[in-house]
């Protein structure tokens, strides 16, 4: 099966969904399709020829507070760090937090693993940015297909998500 043109990809509602929040909230940056699929932090990086420390990687976990119920929670880590579950569990006085998979995603955010937007979840969802995403100017995230990002900045980030600055590495 070969990716759908860019066309279809800029359709997709998912997509859609994210270019509308991006427009409500006046972002100037438009979404990129990028010409394959994005997986990782280094794939979207490349394609974008910028440091992988760069890219805004949405990473989703079940976070599981004292009376044992579990709640989404949305890391944005920069693409060159990997979480520290045990430091964001401790700052957000969670008892533990464990990477969701991919049902859990989709689940709580209404995006697939690989397109994660940082912005318009189908549910509200707790979020953490990546103090260390405040290096640069620029920095890219998801925009709900694997195959899309956006520009946008630390500030930004904290803007759209209403999320913490933290240290996640």
Known sequence: MTDP??????????????AAA????????????LDDAAKTARQAADALGIEIAQIANS?????YRDDETIWPLLVLASGAHRVDTLRVADLLEFRAISLADAEFVSKHTGFTIGGVAPIAPSHPIE????VSLSRY???????????TVFPTSYDEL???????????A
């Not at 990473?59 to 976070?63: E, I, N, P, T």
């Not at 979020?127 to 990546?130: E, G, L």
């Not at 904290?158 to 996640?168: D, S």
């Open 127 to 130: 979020t953490v940015v990546d």
């Open 158 to 168: 904290l803007r759209l998500t209403g999320g913490h600055p933290a240290e996640v």
């Open 5 to 18: 043109s860019p066309g279809n990809v800029i359709d997709n509602p998912c997509v859609r969904r994210v």
């Open 22 to 33: 991006l427009a409500s909230f006046g972002v100037r940056g438009q979404i990129t399709v």
């Open 59 to 63: 990473l989703v976990f079940r976070a």
């Open 137 to 147: 100017s620029q920095v890219w995230a998801a925009a709900g297909h694997p195959r």
